[in-house]
């Protein structure tokens, strides 16, 4: 056979073609029906904690606008769809019964999914806390995750007889060395023992969680997390960065698919935080708690880290990505350095790596086996415009579509068991520390009038998604 003839980039007939959104970042309607503030509205309204001040307070009003967004994924083809469920709206407090108005937003929208032959991936927790939960100490604290229960609980005896697909938690890693650790996220501490005390509570969680989901849902019905495992990579091979490496991969990945995947967290970890932390608060029983049976994994993929050994302590605004602070969201590894990765970057100044995405699903092929894949997140921000005829061209989004997907599409024909891909994000929405100035959808959106316009790139993400195909780059 001459090997010039590329074999077509298929995907397999089952393949879910998704999109995924949050609630704080798309609902707005934050005081309607119930609803109390989360740690996101606290934090948005504090002065100086996001770009321009900007809030989530009307976002892209998806809470009234549900039906022409759902009207507009079917039209261009996706066969899923990723949202969470704002906690405060289901259960205002953080405690006790749940708020009927709330729930029926959320059943609502799964009836319209439906009707449209799209499935809903529900996310119970995208970040935003009740913030009553925070004022009695928030994921520092052990009884934030049995609370996190029994609201999990809610929300499955709501929906849990139409929707299939149930995440955990988003990225718990941006909550604990985020949230907690550079304070860049909500609620904005710095308190390296808070981030590894959050980090267990929050692993906690997902273990009560999933139990509880189990309990109480259909047996058909699928339980997975989303984590936002990073692909670290050494600047040399040199034993120094090599270690760097190590330590950053465990504070990054193995501190929460270690006990999650395995039961335990790597002796690594423990060794090389023990400076900061004693780890007193994982109870006994706890490891076995959080290593409940999952039935997929999801995968939050935008860039890679590269890292290596510095002589001595590095202090100051950090290359990480992970915004400007002070503060290190990596407790323990002050001497650690960040690296820029060669390459093009998106508006994030995120260095585009398809190869990262690849390397990414095959580690987790090796270190879940059997578990199915999920990419719950992948996706690039533009400074999109719309052009005088109010069309709204992103050839670069394209690109990195198509290479990401080129790049799942290697991963399965090398074995990696990946059932479906979610683009981050349907539409452009709040982009939490960087307000809206950040752009990631496939469907622009106009801030004075919140009239959305399919990108580009939605026109060629749906073709796919309709023909299992990936369409040519300059084809839309
Ligand atoms: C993810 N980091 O956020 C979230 O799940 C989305 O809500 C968000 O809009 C999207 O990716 C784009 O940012 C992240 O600093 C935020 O490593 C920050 C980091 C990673 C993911």
Known sequence: MPDS?????????????????????????????????????TFSHTPGRTAGGETGDTAVDHYHRYREDVALMAELGLTAYRFSVSWSRVQPTGRGPAVQRGLDFYRRLVDELLAHGIQPAVTLYHWDLPQELEDAGGWPERDTAL?????????????????????TLNEPWCSAFLGYG????????????????????????????????????????RIA?????????????????????????????????????????????????????????????????????????????YTPALVSAAPGEVRGPRADGHGASEHSPWPGAD?????????????????????????????????????????????????????????????????YLHGHLSAVHRAIADGADVRGYFLWSLMDNFEWAYGYGK???????????????????????????????LPAVGSV
């Open 335 to 399: 001497d650690v350095l960040f690296h820029q990765t060669p390459g093009d970057r998106t508006e994030m100044g995120w260095t585009i790596d398809p190869t990262g995405l690849y390397d990414l699903l095959m580690r987790y092929t090796r270190e879940a086996p059997g578990l199915p894949l999920y990419v719950t997140e992948n996706g690039a921000a533009y400074d999109d415009k719309p052009d005088p005829d109010g069309r709204v061209h992103d050839p670069e989004r394209i690109a």
């Open 225 to 301: 997390v989303s984590l936002n495992s990073s692909v670290v990579r050494p600047l040399s091979q040199d034993p120094a960065d090599l270690a760097a490496a190590r330590r950053i991969d465990d504070l990054a990945n193995g501190v929460f698919h270690g006990p999650m995947l395995h039961g335990s967290y790597p002796e690594s970890l423990l060794d090389a935080t023990r400076s900061v932390t004693d780890w007193s608060y994982v109870l006994d029983g706890d490891l076995r708690t959080v290593n409940a049976p999952l039935d997929a994994l999801g995968l939050n993929y």
């Open 5 to 41: 003839v590329p074999s077509p980039v298929t995907f397999p007939p089952a393949f879910l073609w998704g999109a995924a959104t949050s609630a704080y970042q798309i609902e707005g309607a934050v005081q309607e029906d119930g609803r109390t503030p989360s740690i996101w509205d």
């Open 439 to 469: 752009r990631f959808g496939a469907v622009y959106v106009d801030y004075g009038s919140l009239e959305r316009t399919p990108k580009s790139s939605a026109r060629w993400y749906g073709e796919a998604a309709r023909t299992g195909l």
């Open 182 to 221: 550079s304070g860049v996220h909500a609620p904005g501490r710095t308190d390296p023992v808070a981030a590894l005390r959050a980090a267990h509570h929050l692993n906690l969680a997902h273990g009560l969680g999933a139990s509880a989901l189990r309990a109480a849902m259909p047996a058909r019905n």
């Open 147 to 167: 609370r996190f229960a029994d609201y999990a609980r809610l929300v499955a005896d709501a929906l849990g007889d139409r929707v299939e697909q149930w995440i």
